[in-house]
């Protein structure tokens, strides 16, 4: 079977068929940037979850309502915010961060939309993605365009009082606006800078795209300062090209109501088997999908999922 190699979103629907282990997600403590620490989550045995919430049409609350049947502890330890975009300003021949309306509304509402999860245990991380203006993560010009995007993605984890950032190298159309193509140097060079403005936080590689395949550059190698990387290919087992730990990798990818209850089943019990950290899931809507769910659950932590509206 062929595979595109595009995520669907909600502009492609029809994809194929489609921890840092001292972090010990859904067991440790979170802090608000209010400062009030959430009490700590119920603790589980396995692989951490991850869901994309794709927030032009769901809400990032949806991650919050399943359960493990058995002992109570999240499903989701991770909800990743779908998407932030890498832009470009033609007048400055610069890249920017841009908010939609849909994610600057989850952003200026944290109290509401972001602070509940991390309350429960689950960590919230932005994802950003090209937006067909040009400008991608790995066309940086110099290693000082590279650090001032770094600085406003870190500063945007800090005003919003977020976990980290996933980088989603699809949509950039590199060329486009007279932008260059992409170069070596650029995604270490970002990747490096946000790594040193947020030592503590998440950073996460959707692995697609050339920015993907260009983790090294003079003698660097940020590989190693990932804390996640996953397959981007939805009903499918591919595992990362990139020299992180398993703990650290989810071959499995699934959409959540596209991806066969069968598959995403086969998938986790391959997860399990093999070792591996993480298990990825995309577009958990506001639907009960506790089928869906506990059919990867039961084999990733020997329980059903809990759905509670």
Not at 18 to 38: I, M, R
Not at 90 to 107: C, D, G, K, P
Not at 245 to 263: F, N
Request: aromatic residues 10%.
């Amino acid at each position: 079977m062929k595979f595109t190699p595009v995520r669907s979103r909600a502009r492609r629907a029809a994809l194929a068929l489609s921890a840092v282990a001292a972090l010990a997600f859904g067991t440790a403590a979170t802090t608000t940037t209010t400062g009030a620490a959430a009490a700590p989550a119920a603790a589980k045995e396995g692989p951490t979850s991850v869901a994309y919430i794709e927030v032009n049409n769901n809400s990032m609350l949806n991650t919050g309502k399943y359960t493990l049947a058995d002992g109570g502890g999240n499903v989701f330890d991770v909800a990743v915010i779908f998407a932030a975009n890498i832009n470009y300003d033609t007048s400055t021949n610069t890249a920017y961060l841009h908010f939609n309306e849909n994610v600057q509304r989850v952003l200026d509402n944290a109290a509401t939309q972001i602070r509940p999860l991390q309350q429960k245990g689950i960590k919230v991380v932005l994802s950003v993605l090209g937006n067909h203006q040009g400008a991608g993560f790995a066309n940086f010009p110099s290693q000082q365009a590279a650090s001032a995007f770094a600085k406003q993605l870190s500063d945007t984890v800090a005003e919003y009082g977020l976990d980290g950032i996933d980088f989603d190298d699809e949509y950039a159309e590199y060329g486009a606006n007279g932008t260059a193509q992409p170069n070596d140097s650029s995604f270490v060079h970002l990747v490096t800078a946000l790594r040193a403005n947020m030592p503590d936080k998440i950073i996460s590689l959707y692995n697609i795209g050339p920015a993907a395949s260009r983790l090294s550059y003079g003698g660097v190698d940020v590989s190693t300062d990932f804390d996640y990387a996953w397959n981007p290919y939805y009903g499918t087992w591919q595992v990362p090209g990139i020299a992180l730990p398993k703990s650290k990798l989810s071959p499995a990818a699934v959409e959540i109501g596209r991806t066969s209850q069968s598959t995403s089943a086969d998938l986790a019990r391959r997860t399990v088997g093999e070792g591996y950290g993480v298990y990825l899931t995309y577009n958990l809507d506001g639907s009960d999908r506790s089928a869906d769910v506990s059919a990867f659950t039961r084999e990733l932590y020997g329980s059903e999922a809990v759905y509670t509206p």
